[in-house]
């Protein structure tokens, strides 16, 4: 996500509606359709970011289980973990999509309930790249959806994209007032610190000053933060360079802005992993894991990537996908890009807390 995201329609919404059909009536091409599920009174409360799972998936899910989906939003990490906080024993999530390190944070914090994988008929589908990874070993709190990159943008009609490299390029003067960052303080923050030789996940009090530091250097060429659409400025003409989750620019060219040009910058690009999980008091566990296991159907992720941009980490899902797709380095990046990029990771209370101290200081100044 991080940061995790709107739908880009990769291929036309009929075909989209066809394979929604075919899924539903059991790929059958006879006239006897599937008739929907009666009412099952249930409704799921999804918690997720902002245009983040097309509606054709929760249509099919309701049409088939007769389980209505709530899909509230939010626009970072940091707001999902708050409310969640805040709400506590309220019962009003059923499922939430935090990135990979906030899944560990939360499951540390007793916030979640395990994962019941003998509910999960397809979970062996899922790569094992993605599980059993070190901030949730043995996948007890968390299902894996969708991973990303978060890079560089550039609008080629206004800069030329050959000019524009590396984070550090985003601090040239000839971009004052154009650059657009995610609204996301640890990817912003990484961003920085990867300027200066440091980790993403860096812990070092020091180390994060001097990111604070460099940043409000930047502050003059930053024209806006956005995670609820990350395209939309660029589309809109109001900047021309800066962050982009990768999802967000195949969108931006399947919506349009065809120079807009994806890049991983030099330093290496941000990785993160957005995941499923149940908060602790959701009233509707079992709607959960029905909800969760259909996403995991091969034909479904299959959907979703191809909708709104981003990677599967549904092994089964990526060989039904066409080679544009499953061949796009925007979308899946060779293993030499992987190896460089860095996946981020909880850095501890401790060190958020020091963050977030930054971050409210450089919000607070920003023009």
């Known amino acids: 996500m991080s940061s995790l995201t709107a739908l880009a329609r990769v291929f036309p919404k009929a075909a989209l509606c066809t394979a929604i059909a075919?899924?539903?009536?059991?790929?059958s091409n006879s006239d006897d359709a599937a008739t929907d599920a009666p009412d099952s009174g249930v409704t799921l409360n999804l918690y997720n970011w902002s245009e983040y799972m097309p509606q054709e998936i929760l249509d099919g899910f309701e049409a088939e289980t007769g389980i209505h989906v709530n899909y509230v939003?939010?626009?970072?990490?940091?707001?999902m973990y708050a409310k969640l906080k805040l709400l506590d024993d309220s019962s009003q999530y059923d499922l939430a999509i935090p990135s990979t390190y906030y899944v560990e944070k939360m499951a540390n914090e007793g916030m979640l309930q395990e994962i019941d994988k003998s509910k999960l008929s397809n979970f062996n589908n899922l790569d094992t790249s993605f599980i059993n990874t070190k901030v949730d070993p043995e996948n007890k709190y968390s299902i894996p959806y969708m991973w990303g990159?978060?890079?560089?943008?550039?609008?080629?009609?206004a800069v030329d994209p050959k000019s524009v490299n590396s984070w550090a390029d985003l601090w040239q003067p000839e971009y004052k007032g154009q650059v657009m960052l995610t609204n996301?303080?640890?990817?912003?923050?990484?961003?920085?610190?990867?300027?200066?030789?440091?980790?993403?996940?860096?812990?070092n009090p020091e180390e994060i000053k001097a990111a604070y530091d460099k940043l409000t250097?930047?502050?003059?060429?930053?024209?806006?933060?956005?995670?609820?659409?990350?395209?939309?400025?660029?589309?809109?003409?109001?900047?021309?360079?800066?962050?982009?989750?990768?999802?967000?620019?195949v969108m931006a060219n399947d919506e349009g802005l065809t120079n807009l040009v994806y890049k991983y910058p030099s330093e290496g690009a941000i990785l993160w992993m957005d995941n499923f999980v149940i908060p602790k008091?959701?009233?509707?566990?079992?709607?959960?894991?029905?909800?969760?296991?259909?996403?995991?159907?091969?034909?479904?992720?299959?959907?979703?990537?191809e909708e709104i941009g981003y990677a599967s980490p549904n092994a089964a899902a990526r060989e039904l996908?066409?080679?544009?797709?499953?061949?796009?380095?925007?979308?899946y990046p060779d293993k030499a890009t992987i190896a460089k990029a860095e996946f981020q990771e909880d850095v501890g209370d401790d060190a958020l807390q020091v963050y977030q101290q930054y971050w409210d200081k450089l919000k607070a100044n920003q023009n």
């Open 149 to 157: 990159s978060t890079g560089l943008a550039i609008n080629g009609d």
């Open 217 to 249: 250097r930047l502050m003059p060429n930053v024209k806006t933060f956005n995670s609820d659409a990350a395209r939309m400025p660029y589309i809109e003409g109001e900047t021309n360079v800066g962050m982009i989750w990768n999802g967000e620019a």
């Open 281 to 305: 008091s959701a009233q509707h566990v079992d709607a959960a894991h029905q909800f969760i296991d259909y996403i995991l159907r091969p034909e479904n992720a299959k959907i979703v990537s």
């Open 22 to 27: 075919l899924v539903l009536t059991g790929c």
């Open 184 to 203: 996301d303080m640890r990817e912003v923050f990484g961003m920085a610190l990867s300027t200066l030789g440091y980790s993403g996940n860096s812990k």
């Open 73 to 79: 939003t939010f626009d970072s990490n940091e707001a």
């Open 321 to 331: 996908m066409p080679d544009n797709v499953k061949n796009n380095p925007a979308i």
